[in-house]
């Protein structure tokens, strides 16, 4: 086998990046068990608190609101279960306070008993 004649620069290089390698481990390890840096970090003991932001308002180009910090209410109906029509014009016209032009043809609301 044929030595080459620049081998020892390969040799030398290879031996002192191991040298760095061991020496980065060894610092490691050493700042880590150090009674400094374990003042600092107060032992690892750590208090995880979640902050949440107001959440923006966002506009359409109108300026009417589409999403913001308002209370939003919404009410559906299954139609599949056929509900009884004049019952439910009836107490979405009591519960929504809407006027007796828009729903024609059915009875006022009842007045509660008192």
């Known amino acids: 086998m044929k030595r080459l004649p620049h081998a020892w620069r390969y040799i030398t290089s290879t031996l002192i990046l191991a040298a760095m390698g061991i020496a ?3 610092q490691i390890v050493r700042i880590q068990g150090s009674p400094e840096v374990a003042g600092v970090i107060d032992q690892g003991n750590y208090v995880w608190k979640d902050f949440y932001p107001p ?17 939003v209410y919404e009410v559906g109906l299954d139609m599949t279960a056929k509900p009884d029509m004049p019952t439910v014009m009836l107490a979405s016209k009591c519960q929504a306070s809407t006027s007796t032009k828009s729903i024609t043809g059915f009875p006022k609301c009842p007045v509660p008993n008192t």
Do not use: C, F, P, S
Request: hydrophobic share 35%; glycine share 16%.
């Open 24 to 26: 980065i481990l060894v």
């Open 55 to 71: 959440r923006g308002e966002i506009y359409d180009r109108n300026g009417n609101l589409l999403a913001g910090n308002k209370t």
